[in-house]
Antibody, heavy 122, light 107 residues
Framework: QVQLQESGPGLVRPSETLSLTCTVSGDSINAYYWSWIRQPPGKGLEWVGDIYYSGSTNYNPSLKSRVTISVDTSKNQFSLKVSSVTAADTAVYYCARENSRNLFDYYYMDVWGKGTTVTVSS | DIQMTQSPSTLSASVGDRVTITCRAS??????LAWYQQKPGKAPNLLIY???SLESGVPSRFSGSGSGTEFTLTISSLQPDDFATYYCQQYNTYPRTFGQGTKVEIK
C-alpha cells in the first residue's frame, strides 16, 4: 500500500528557506497530484499547494510568492520550499496524495504522510 | 477563496449517541467535499469523499450528505474511537480550503 514520508530539518532560522521532501513508496508518483498541507500548533489545516507528476503546480495565494513545489519522478519524490520564513511558518507539514475515483471526478487527498514538525526560531 | 464554516466548533457527546456536524461553503462546491478525522499527534484520515462516498475501510456508522453549500457528517452511534477532531474540505476550486474543525469530546 502507498506510504508517504516527509523529511527535512526540524529547525529553520527566520528569513531562511524551509525545505522538505516527501518520499512516496508502494506506488508510482506518476498519474497523481501531490499536495502539501500545514497545521500550526493548536490550529487547523492550511493547504499550501500541489503539483501534478508532469510538473504543473497550484499554490495558495496566501503563500504563493514564497512557495515552490517540485517533483522528481526518478526518485518518486516531491519537495516543498518556503522562503523568507517567520515564526508564523512554524507548523506540522504534511504531504498527501490526491486521488479521484472516476475519470471526470475532482481530486481529493486520500493518503497522508505522518507529518514533520518545523520550528522557525533563531 | 471559498470559506468553509463548520458547526459546532466543539461537541460533547456520549458513546452510542447520534452525532451530526454541519459544514457550509461560501459558494456552491457541487459535491466536491471531503471529511477527515484527526486524532492528537496524528495525520488526518479520510472518511468521506464526494460528499457522501465512504472511503474504503471506514466504518459504516459514518455517513455524509449534502450538495451545493450545505453538508453534514453523521456518526450513527458514537464509539470510543470516534472522539477526535473532524474537518471538512472543499476540492471544487483552488485554493483548497478546510473548515476550522469540530472537536468531538466525551460528555
Amino acid at each position: 500500500q502507498v506510504q508517504l514520508q516527509e523529511s527535512g530539518p526540524g529547525l529553520v532560522r527566520p528569513s531562511e528557506t524551509l525545505s522538505l521532501t516527501c518520499t512516496v513508496s508502494g506506488d508510482s508518483i506518476n498519474a497523481y497530484y501531490w499536495s502539501w498541507i500545514r497545521q500550526p500548533p493548536g490550529k487547523g489545516l492550511e493547504w499550501v499547494g500541489d503539483i501534478y507528476y508532469s510538473g504543473s503546480t497550484n499554490y495558495n495565494p496566501s503563500l504563493k510568492s514564497r512557495v515552490t513545489i517540485s517533483v522528481d519522478t526518478s526518485k518518486n519524490q516531491f519537495s516543498l520550499k518556503v522562503s523568507s520564513v517567520t515564526a508564523a511558518d512554524t507548523a506540522v507539514y504534511y504531504c498527501a496524495r490526491e486521488n479521484s475515483r472516476n475519470l471526470f471526478d475532482y481530486y481529493y487527498m486520500d493518503v497522508w504522510g505522518k507529518g514533520t514538525t518545523v520550528t522557525v526560531s533563531s | 477563496d471559498i470559506q468553509m464554516t463548520q458547526s459546532p466548533s466543539t461537541l460533547s457527546a456520549s458513546v452510542g449517541d447520534r452525532v451530526t456536524i454541519t459544514c457550509r461553503a461560501s459558494q456552491s462546491i457541487s459535491s466536491w467535499l471531503a471529511w477527515y478525522q484527526q486524532k492528537p499527534g496524528k495525520a488526518p484520515n479520510l472518511l468521506i469523499y464526494k460528499a457522501s462516498s465512504l472511503e474504503s475501510g471506514v466504518p459504516s456508522r459514518f455517513s455524509g450528505s449534502g450538495s451545493g453549500t450545505e453538508f453534514t457528517l453523521t456518526i450513527s452511534s458514537l464509539q470510543p474511537d470516534d472522539f477526535a477532531t473532524y474537518y471538512c474540505q472543499q476540492y471544487n476550486t483552488y485554493p483548497r480550503t478546510f473548515g476550522q474543525g469540530t472537536k468531538v469530546e466525551i460528555k
